[in-house]
């Protein structure tokens, strides 16, 4: 089963149909009714019923497909990503975040099982581009809550619903977990970093800055270092991150904005391939020493 063709049918179910979900998705609906095809062949049952050649509701078996999907999930060891669409019907998209049919489940649960143990994550559009060819793999606007289940559990609780823009912790998919085990925390301020765009080869992220009333500016030529983001974020400047540099964790005495003083100790981000060794060594040292 494809993780990719499983949000897609989640996405119909949101949106009502095959043609609303292929305008929200960015796709057309040849491809959205390809995916439900692959999805109903893998399980081996209708998943949607139709009306007069027009997707109507979920079936019993889709909806408990969606259902035991999150059971699976929840039970992957350290959890994974789970986003629930703000505004729409509350139907429940899974992904790290909401990925492509081109990325299979397989891979995908690899990722998940050791790149986070918990956190929050709002974003408002994500993209993604193959890590060879760095061809476009396609884009959505996600408007979406995304909340880590940690695991081993069952006990599925209702994934808040936070108001935009709150939370700033968006890793490069194709970057995840040189440090397994390690926690990225939540953010809660209203001058949080908000996620802009994520692929492959880097994750651009934009800093609310405080002298400019709540106007978002990014800062790339001012971060494209590992001191420079540093520094950038030790004056309340935002930051960006540069192609393969995705990782950094930050102790909460590096942060100066006055909204962060409640956030937990420390922030997290996952580590890049080529990030050097001994930056990695003083992460983990804040971390010790944050914890």
């Not at 880097?202 to 420079?228: E, H, I, K, M």
Request: proline share 7%; aromatic share 4%; charged share 20%.
């Amino acid at each position: 089963m494809d993780l990719g063709d499983l949000h897609i049918f989640s996405s119909v179910v949101d949106a009502g149909g095959i043609r609303p979900a292929a305008r929200h998705l960015e796709m057309t609906p040849a491809t959205v009714s390809r995916a439900l095809r692959r999805l109903e062949r893998s399980v081996g049952v209708p998943l949607l019923t139709t009306e007069a050649g027009h997707t109507s509701q979920p079936t019993d078996a889709g909806l408990a497909l969606l259902t035991e999907a999150k059971i699976a999930f929840a039970h992957l060891g350290r959890g994974v990503l789970m986003a629930r669409h703000t505004g729409r019907t509350g139907a429940v998209a899974i992904g790290i975040p909401p990925l492509p049919p081109v990325i299979e489940l397989h891979r995908l649960l690899a990722r998940a099982d050791h790149a986070f143990t918990q956190t929050g994550i709002v974003l408002r559009r994500v993209s993604w581009r193959d890590s060879f060819t760095g061809n476009s793999l396609g884009s959505a606007n996600l408007d979406a809550v995304v909340a880590l289940i940690p695991g081993p559990t069952a006990d599925l609780q209702e994934i808040p619903v936070v108001p935009l823009p709150r939370v700033a912790v968006l890793p490069s998919e194709h970057r995840l977990s040189a440090l397994h085990g390690v926690t990225a925390a939540d953010l809660d301020g209203e001058r949080a970093v908000v996620g802009s765009t994520l692929s492959t080869s880097a994750a651009r992220f934009w800093g609310l800055d405080p002298q400019s009333n709540g106007r978002r500016r990014r800062y790339s030529r001012q971060t494209n270092s590992v001191s420079g983001m540093l520094t950038a974020i030790a004056e309340g400047r935002g930051f960006a991150t540069m192609p393969a540099l995705t990782p950094l964790m930050w102790t909460r005495s590096d942060l100066s904005w006055p909204a962060l003083d409640a956030a937990p100790a420390w922030l997290g981000f996952t580590c890049g391939l080529r990030t050097p060794p001994s930056v990695v060594e003083r992460l983990l040292e804040l971390k010790a020493d944050s914890s």
